[in-house]
């Protein structure tokens, strides 16, 4: 069973928050008829961290909830590779700090009227050092519906950045490669110095995830239930200037 860390009661209006948000739009316009994006930005307070969307032994992800007007349709959010947290008692989790930032898919209907359509997202945050508090960050973009196309902004980087960030299909990483051998999971990335592996909730077990999910040198290990499919994320670092990449991995089960 997961260990929690203990929990606060929610804050009042007036307390410090360690997590805010805002929201950024990829392009300065919406058209009918397309998928627009838009990146929620957390910013987190320093010693603080919010957790990714998959395995962890404490807390929980945060969970963002859409007021879109009617026929607007919120896609699957898309999540960057988190980093290792080990807290007292061999509690392994895999967070966020100073940041997170969210690309989330936006359909906009064929028959939006045009105009000026507001978007907003209500999140729920457990947001942890020591212990953990409950924030609710609520945010709102205005953007114009236009049957122009719509044009990038020049002036925020910040979805684009987003996007450099997430993690890139195995394929696109020759640099990387991922096998199940026998009951193990095998990654190697020559010229790595570090390699770690963050697996979904869906992933194979990894009965010692806490020893075995991080590595120094080009190739990893890692203990898998034998014939399960495995779904992850692969983070191999190098030597500066290239610094890091992440790679999904996916591994269909044996039949």
């Keep these: 069973m997961a260990r929690e860390h203990p929990v606060a009661p929610a804050p009042s209006?007036?307390?410090?928050?360690?997590?805010?948000?805002?929201?950024?739009?990829?392009?300065?316009?919406?058209?009918?008829?397309?998928?627009?994006?838009?990146?929620?930005d957390f910013k987190i307070e320093k010693g603080w961290h919010l957790y990714w969307n998959g395995l962890n032994d404490s807390g929980s992800a945060p969970q963002v909830k859409w007021k879109l007007p009617p026929g607007f349709k919120a896609g699957e959010m898309?999540?960057?590779?988190p980093t290792r947290h080990i807290s007292p008692g061999d509690v392994l989790d895999h967070i966020y700090e100073n940041g997170l930032v969210?690309?989330?898919?936006?359909?906009?209907?064929?028959?939006?009227?045009?105009?000026?359509?507001?978007?907003?997202?209500?999140?729920?945050?457990?947001?942890?050092?020591e212990a953990c508090v409950l924030e609710t960050?609520?945010?709102?973009?205005?953007?114009?519906?236009?049957?122009h196309e719509p044009t990038l902004r020049t002036d925020d980087p910040t979805t684009s950045d987003a996007r450099k960030a997430l993690p890139k299909p195995l394929k696109?990483?020759?640099?990387?490669?991922?096998?199940?051998?026998?009951?193990?999971?095998?990654?190697?990335?020559?010229?790595?110095?570090?390699?770690?592996?963050?697996?979904?909730?869906e992933s194979a077990t990894t009965p010692d995830l806490i020893h075995e999910g991080e590595g120094r040198g080009p190739r990893l290990t890692v203990t898998v239930k034998p014939d399960a499919a495995v779904h992850g994320i692969v983070t191999a670092t190098y030597p500066k200037?290239?610094?890091?990449?992440?790679?999904w991995i996916e591994i269909p089960?044996?039949?």
Excluded: N
């Design 137 to 147: 960050p609520s945010v709102s973009i205005q953007l114009e519906v236009s049957s």
């Design 13 to 40: 209006t007036t307390a410090p928050k360690h997590v805010t948000a805002s929201l950024h739009s990829e392009a300065t316009t919406l058209k009918p008829g397309t998928t627009a994006w838009v990146a929620v």
């Design 241 to 247: 200037p290239k610094e890091s990449t992440s790679a």
């Design 172 to 201: 696109d990483c020759p640099d990387i490669t991922a096998r199940v051998d026998h009951g193990h999971l095998v990654i190697s990335a020559p010229g790595a110095t570090m390699i770690s592996y963050f697996p979904t909730l």
């Design 102 to 129: 969210l690309l989330t898919p936006i359909s906009v209907p064929a028959d939006a009227a045009l105009g000026t359509v507001t978007l907003t997202a209500e999140s729920v945050c457990v947001v942890c050092r």
């Design 78 to 81: 898309l999540w960057p590779a």
């Design 253 to 255: 089960q044996k039949p």
